[in-house]
């Protein structure tokens, strides 16, 4: 008996054992914040001792848990980049890969050389038992694992796409899978193959020929120095980039689809929701309460201000609003006046309790994958407004998937979206569809956050889970498309046509000199 218990009591110091965890999600944007958060939480509550590098405040940190603030990088973003006058009338930068892949460097730099990141890497007592970074754009964030010698973790923000699929694998065939910023949903017609393709070929090309110079100086002069105090010599660049351990993907087969993916990636989507969702504040609960006619909830997300959005906009969509039997919750950062009697407005929304109230019919989003993931989760259609990054893509899937609308972004957008809100609360199909997704999404045989846990967890136990690495992962690309057979053939083939060539010139001298000599034979005859 007495042994059991001390077994028992040995297994469970065993499994509950703290480890320490560096997680640094440097994008200066609420929502990726959110999703570090995420990480944070449930690391926390798995007893783990955690450093997080955040732009963002963590609002009463616990014990276990060191922030690192690295806020200034949101002073490195264009101004106007997320406002939505200035994205409809076209006067903001456009976020394009090339765009995304130099804004990612200058803030991958700002971070390492924060002062406070820098103590941290440079101090040889801080030791981690695994670093999770967040993959944007760059992968010079893999340099964070080498300071430690310890396993990476990418977490990947969207859908797996092939920028981070071939960081552990080889990128997926674009003939299904489509780019991150690709706003159309396969199954693809013959010209949106050719461009998925040339996007995927061109933006290869652009990252890892043409700006890989750039990448990997930066990734010499900020962690070279480091490494050397450490007394130790700065790995190869390409030895660490292709180096993770595991991608831990915010998604799920509800949003992603069904295609073959490598061991090393897993689904953790859904884990940013908490699994008890915190009740409506006392008067937004009366007031979703005794909606008959059913509640419209508008946001545009953390990143985006409806607050932004053109007078004329406001005061048509306002108009509209009012025309409506439903009660319209909308998320916006100021008080409008002449406020018809139907239309509430949120300084903040407690979007997760609103998305889970019954009552609610329709929610009207930018289409963010957090705000898409939460519609599936609690089960609601969307109209989506699909205004920069992923967004398009997102909208396109719901659309896809039959639970959801688009509307453009535009100044006339007010009657498009009237009629889109009464298709949708009309016509129950949307509705039906988004449960039957919100099934799947919950039909799994752990929680997300658990998911994550265990696989972190399982990263740490077996020191970087190499059973888990994809072979292609430690193959060049001419061995994985059999460059080198096609090469050889190539020479072979060449040979056997020289040769032939050759035997036939031969051949063909032979009996020409036959039949000259037999002709002038004749001749002399
Ligand atoms: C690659 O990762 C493994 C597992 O974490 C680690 O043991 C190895 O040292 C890493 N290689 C390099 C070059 O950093």
Known sequence: M?????????????????????????????????????????????????????????????????????????????????????????????????????????????????????????????????????????????????????????????????????????????????????????????????????????????????????????????????????????????????????????????TSGGAALPQSHKFIGGYHIDDTVIPLPENLKKLMDSAKDGVIYFSMGSNLRSKDLPDEVKISLLKMFGSLKQTVLWKFEEVLPNLPKNVHILEWAPQQAILAHPNLVVFITHGGLLSTTESIHFGVPIIGIPVFGDQFINVEKTINKGFGLRVDLSYTMSDELKEKIEEVTRNKRYAAKVKELSFIHHDRPVKPGQELVHWVNHVINTRGAPHLRSPAADLPFYKRKFLDLAALMTVLLLAIYILLKRACAYICAQVCSKKGKTGSKKKNN
């Open 2 to 254: 007495e042994k059991i218990i001390l077994f028992l009591v040995s297994a469970i110091l065993a499994c509950s054992e703290s480890a320490k965890i560096l997680v640094v999600f440097p994008g200066p944007a609420k929502s990726h914040g959110i999703l570090g958060d995420g990480y944070v939480r449930h690391l926390l509550n798995a007893g783990h001792e955690v450093t997080y590098i955040t732009p963002l405040t963590y609002k009463n940190p616990p014990a276990n848990l060191r922030t690192i603030d690295v806020s200034s990088n949101f002073d490195l973003l264009p101004p106007d980049l997320i406002n939505l006058k200035a994205i409809m009338d076209k006067t903001s930068d456009e976020m394009t890969a090339i765009f995304m892949i130099f804004a990612m460097l200058e803030i991958v730099k700002n971070t390492v050389t924060n002062k406070d990141v820098q103590k941290l890497l440079n101090d040889p007592k801080e030791q981690f038992d695994a670093v999770i970074v967040e993959w944007l754009f760059s992968d010079i964030g893999a340099g964070f694992a080498s300071v430690f010698e310890c396993p990476l973790i990418w977490s990947s923000s969207v859908d797996p796409h092939w920028h981070i699929l071939q960081l552990i694998d080889e990128p997926p065939n674009p003939a299904y899978t489509v780019d991150i910023m690709s706003t159309y949903f396969p199954p693809l017609s013959f010209s949106q193959r050719v461009v998925e393709l040339w996007t995927q070929l061109s933006v290869q090309f652009l990252k890892y020929v043409w700006l890989d110079g750039v990448e990997e100086k930066l990734y010499t002069s900020l962690f070279a120095p480091i490494l050397e105090k450490r007394g130790r010599k700065l790995p190869i660049y390409n030895d660490i980039r292709y180096n993770a351990s595991l991608v831990l993907s915010n998604s799920y087969v509800t």
